[in-house]
């Protein structure tokens, strides 16, 4: 399973667009990227999740390079609610031990 | 609200007491997980089921933990002889059969060991 890499703590304020970047040097030819949100006190959440350039959904988009060795999760206007900490996983997606790190926390201000 | 229900959302023992924990999965989901998180850590996992079968264990799943999926629907996972160690949140998720489909969590089980 491919290691990630992504900051402990971010902190931004309300309307601004935010940029979590993961870096997975080795990132296998089958493994794809998703990202994951999780408030205190409960599961994480399923963001988003992508291959190869860019991937948008209503609450995300996400950026992957040509090499796919780092992606960038892109949080359009953060707000006060989107305070939470940020996964990046990396993994077939057939794969069934999904490995989380200690992800990033984000922190948005008024 | 994902779907996934988890029974109690909180526990409180003393050690060398044994405690079970129950998931109900999204109804039509035929893969069961359960994860381990302590605090400050992302959620580690613990073993996977396959509608009633039992797939893949984790090296964290020791000999006093233990769970089961009996009719592939909902999973109890017990810890027999409870240690302050063991205090974490105990996370369910499931997922449907088919690539391109993600795991989806419950609100996860927290146990405090006394």
């Known amino acids: 399973l491919a290691k990630t890499t992504q900051p402990i703590s971010m902190d931004s304020y309300e309307g601004q667009e935010v940029n979590i970047t993961c870096s997975h040097n080795?990132?296998?030819?089958?493994?794809?990227i998703t990202w994951y949100q999780q408030f205190p006190s409960q599961g994480p959440r399923f963001i988003i999740q992508?291959?190869?350039t860019k991937v948008t959904n209503e609450v995300a988009s996400l950026f992957i390079p040509a090499d796919r060795k780092s992606s960038t999760l892109s949080l359009p206007r953060v707000s006060l609610s989107d305070t939470a900490v940020y996964y990046c996983?990396?993994?077939?997606?057939?794969?069934?031990?999904?490995?989380f790190g200690a992800g990033t926390r984000l922190t948005v201000k008024p | 609200d994902t779907g996934v229900s988890q029974d109690p959302r909180h526990k409180i023992t003393k050690r060398g007491q044994n405690v079970t924990f129950r998931c109900d999965p999204i109804?039509?989901?035929?893969?069961l997980y359960w994860y381990r998180q302590t605090l400050g850590q992302g959620p580690e996992f613990l073993t996977y089921?396959?509608?009633?079968?039992?797939?893949?264990k984790s090296r964290l799943l020791s000999d006093r933990f233990s769970a089961e999926r009996p009719k592939g629907s909902f999973s109890t996972l017990e810890i027999q002889r409870t240690e302050q160690g063991d205090s974490a949140m105990y996370l369910c998720?499931?997922?449907?059969?088919?690539?391109?489909?993600?795991?989806?969590f419950g609100p996860g089980t927290r146990l405090l060991v006394l």
């Open positions: 109804s039509e989901h035929n893969r």
């Open positions: 089921f396959q509608n009633e079968a039992q797939l893949e």
């Open positions: 992508g291959y190869k």
């Open positions: 080795n990132i296998a030819t089958n493994d794809y």
């Open positions: 996983l990396v993994g077939d997606i057939g794969n069934n031990d999904m490995r």
């Open positions: 998720a499931s997922r449907s059969q088919g690539g391109g489909e993600t795991q989806y």
